[in-house]
């Protein structure tokens, strides 16, 4: 074969990509091969047609997978925070402290990135009316979206206030803190008992200290205060605290509230009440100008001879020095002053003592509950390793606490407006000692006990004359009767038909209608001259929505939740909000079909 011709014969052309024998161009191709060896573009479009369709496709899905996701996990009311977040820490952390202080962090990242979980809407009742209307309770003069708050163990050093209240309570308790930095006792000492979805804990009180505390609310403020043209200086800070940015100048939104709890150091002598005052002095001036409430913890069970300071002498020394120092705080509303008080402590006398500091001192309010030393009955047979960790030393805090703490508040509300009637018979609501934002006059130095003989004899006497004759009849009614009638507004969800407990309630905007007017000047402003009902938190067992309307019914204005949250995950208190709509709109449907009868 010539050379020409092989060369000719296997050389490739020009315009192929690869050799082709000449053989093969012999036959004639298909019509579509010809045409795309015709038209090489058109190829290249439909190809290129192609891959951007796959790529939007694939894309969008990406896009709308992300958006789902960020919009489901971000939702409290998403299932996974309760059956997956919650236990996944418990398992992955033994330690329960730990667990929670990781908990803690990891709110706190996702609050600066943006992707914290939030109630993301306002659900409307089931007549249309909105959430705030409907579970709207007015304290201290504002009016709250909802009676719902959450305990100061939750956030004890402030370190996420706000993701606290993006979860749907209108109070956040933080604390306590102490004047100077304590570490509390030596771990391990905080344990669960998940079959009773409980807590033993016995953290003494551990505190970065009130000026680490003040610090981290002033940056708060000053970042609110930035973010919405104020400035970021002092003059600023100042600015919002004083309220012209129409919120609380602690919570900083709308409807809510933020208070602070306090306590002493543990070194401070207990019986050196002067020093013991100074200690909480010491930290109302540093965190007052940075909340609404200051709370007053001589509560807790796991620091040695604090519950001793409930006693009437130096409960009422200690609640004056309080109240005086805020009063001296400097922005245009001062902070509501209220003191955390033990479950334990219920016997009659100690009760009364403590609600007659109250009035003595001056006080807004109690917080009715804190853990337990005692160890309720349990539910069920325990296993073995939880029945071993009820014989650690510290407080106890779970559901079997609830009748407890309803119970209690009971008391505590017949007995806080006992002692506002005899001061209202008194002095007609004149006398600005008894006012708990008004000026105080200065005290005597003499015994307590003593200024409050004279109140308890004349009230002795007024009820004597007040007695019916000691007759047969006279008898046979008193036993028919309940030693104390409530008044309507100890039941304030109740339709007022009757005073029996099963009346069936209308809404906990009721609750607000059994209050008297609020004053036209603003809380703490020192205008007011009247006594003032004192107003009641409630803490201990809160578990459902049922349970916090059966709290409110006892005289509470707010049902706080700590246990709850810690077992049930950032969805607790929308759950609990949701439970309670359900539970007043059975009740209202129980009123109509009774009315239709």
Known sequence: MPKSFSLRLFSPRPFQRFPQPRLLALYPRPHYISTISRSPQTATHHSSLLTSSRNFLLGTSILLSLSFGYLYFTDVRAGVHQWAVVPGLRWWYDDAEEAHERGTEILEGLWRWG??????????????????????????????????????GIDKHAAIPTPLFHLGPSIVEVGGCTPYPQNG????????????????????????????????????VREFAYENGFGIDE???????????????????????????????SWTPDDDIEAVKADYVYCVDKVARYSDIIVVNVSSPNTPGLRGLQRVEPLTEILKGVVEAAKRTNKNVKPAVMVKVSPDEDEEAQVRGICDAVWESGVDGVIVGNTTKRRPEMVGKLPSREAALLLEQGGYSGPQMFERTRELTRRYRILLDEGLERRVESDGGSDPTTNPHGPKQKSSQGNPDENLSPRIEASIARDAQNLKPDTEEAEVESKSQPLIRLPERHNPLSSGNSGSSDVPALSISHHADQMPPAAPSQPGSGSERSPKPKVIFATGGIVNGKQALEVLEAGASVAQVYTALVYGGVGTIARIKDEMRDEMKKRQRAVQVKDSR
């Open 115 to 152: 992707l914290y979980p939030r109630e993301r809407v306002q659900l409307k009742g089931r007549e249309g009316e909105e959430e705030g209307e409907r579970l709207g309770v007015e304290v201290f003069g504002y009016t709250l979206t909802n009676p719902i708050g959450t305990s100061a």
């Open 185 to 220: 006792n030596a771990k391990p000492r905080v344990w669960r008992l998940p079959s009773q979805n409980a807590l033993i804990n016995r953290y003494g009180l551990n505190s970065e200290g009130a000026d680490h505390v003040a610090m981290r609310l002033r940056q708060r």
């Open 235 to 265: 003059d600023a800070e100042q600015r919002v605290l004083d309220g012209e940015a129409g919120v609380p100048g602690g919570s900083l939104m709308e409807g809510r509230l933020l208070a602070v709890q306090v306590a002493k150091n």
